[in-house]
């Protein structure tokens, strides 16, 4: 038995909580390799909005087992409040939310260090949610990181103190002097409140399982172009969001490693700093936000807007190795008479097909037009049902990308998804 593999491969947002929830039925295990609760994965169903930060996006289906990896940094105050919510709709997550005890704990402090960082990088800043994701997985490299087992060590609060004492330090190198006494206090309740889920050897377990032929999805957070080493740096998450995470945030060697199954927009967005050749800083770019309610599921910022980017697609189809896609936000298109497609970019006068070493400001992308539908395909139930126009323009996507399109997704309800093959 193999581990697939759903992921972002653009700059997050894809869509990733709705896909992972429609395909929960085909599988016995979800399992979060990835990411911290900076991400936001937004599902609709039974008219009900609900969105996930750290929990697998599976949680929703009482049956099935969702794991939160151990290549996961978790903030204990966010996932508690995340856990109650979840509950007050119906799910069992003392049943079936297991959590590796390798799993990094965000720190209070942390939380002040990403603020202290951005602060001090000034107009440079990355546009981080400042949610302490970075400082977190800085100290895990730095070796001076609590996990999440560590919560039922007798020396827990010496540690926390050696970690809080030398992030004091850091604070005094940067002049910052702001405290949040009131979330230590909340954090320690939270980790109170956790104590009473399953704590799990999580690589051991997800490897048994394979082995007993359970089915496992693996689900990742952000996008492949925020990934630390391949993206947009420095404008970048602080993790690997590529395939090759799945190896070592949930313990499992690459041939285990089945289909790849890569989400994309029908169109681009970002939020917050760093290059984006097709953003529209026009009225299109305006109706993509309004008709795509693109704003942030955790920071609530609008998301800029642009075309879809052919060049960086292929990238991240490279990347990732990408045997299925899987197209959402289909219907935000509708109405545009004409759609464009970058396939180039032209740097310094010369017409590039690949992401060079450095995105900058100055990238004009180059595009090839279509034809766009103008007709509401939020109620279509199977690919007959869909205008030509839009059937022409997966079939464009296909042979653009060399990977066929297995889903699409017309609608944010986990109905309105129709199975292309």
């Known amino acids: 038995m193999k581990i697939d593999v759903l992921l972002g491969l653009q700059w997050g947002d894809e869509g990733k909580g709705k896909i992972v929830d429609v395909l929960t039925p085909k599988y016995d295990i979800i399992a979060r390799f990835q990411g911290g609760p900076n991400a936001g994965h937004t599902l609709e169903f039974n008219n009900i909005k609900h969105v996930l930060h750290t929990i697998p996006s599976g949680i929703f289906h009482e049956d099935k087992i969702n794991i939160i990896g ?37 720190m209070p402090t942390h939380r ?13 800043k990355i546009g981080s949610t400042l949610k302490g994701i970075g400082p977190a997985y800085t100290d895990k490299t730095a070796r001076l990181a609590l996990r999440i ?96 995470g799945v ?34 800083h026009n009225e299109d770019g305006q109706t993509l936000r309004d008709n795509g309610h693109e704003y942030g599921s955790t920071t609530g910022r ?27 936000k289909a219907d935000v298109l509708s109405g545009f008479e004409t759609i464009k497609v970058a396939v180039g970019y032209k740097v310094n006068g010369e017409v590039i097909d690949y992401v060079p070493y450095e995105l900058t400001d100055d990238i004009e992308p180059v595009y090839e037009e279509l034809p766009g539908w103008n007709v509401d395909i939020t109620n279509c139930k199977k690919p007959e049902d869909l205008p030509v126009e839009l059937r022409n323009y997966i079939k464009y996507l296909e042979v653009q990308t060399g990977v066929k399109v297995k889903y699409l997704s017309v609608g944010p309800d986990r109905t309105q998804t129709i199975k292309m093959r």
């Open 70 to 106: 151990n290549g996961v940094v978790i903030d204990p105050v966010i996932l508690k409040k995340e856990i109650l919510a979840a509950e007050k709709i119906g799910a069992k997550l003392k049943k079936n939310l297991y959590i590796s005890k390798k799993a990094q704990l965000i």
């Open 112 to 124: 002040l260090l990403d603020k202290a960082y951005e602060e001090f990088k000034g107009e440079k």
């Open 149 to 244: 087992g560590d919560i039922f060590a007798d020396n827990f609060i010496e540690k926390y103190n050696c970690t809080k004492s030398h992030h004091e330090k850091i604070f005094v190198g940067y002049n910052f002097t702001e405290t949040n006494t009131d979330y230590e206090k909340e954090w320690f309740e939270a980790i109170e409140f956790l104590k009473d889920f399953r704590f799990i050897d999580s690589e051991k377990y997800i490897n048994d399982s394979l082995f007993k032929k359970r089915s496992i999805l693996a689900e990742g957070a952000q996008g492949a172009l925020l990934d630390i080493d391949f993206g947009s740096y420095p404008f970048v998450t602080s993790s690997n969001t590529t395939t090759s």
């Open 247 to 280: 190896c070592t945030g949930l313990g499992v060697s690459p041939h285990k490693v089945g289909h790849v199954l890569g989400i994309c927009k029908a169109y681009c967005t970002r939020v917050g700093s760093g290059p984006f050749p097709t953003e529209l």
């Open 302 to 328: 609008p998301r800029r807007c642009g075309w879809l980017d052919m060049v960086a697609l292929k990238y991240s189809i490279m990347l990732n190795g990408v045997t299925k896609l899987i197209i959402t």
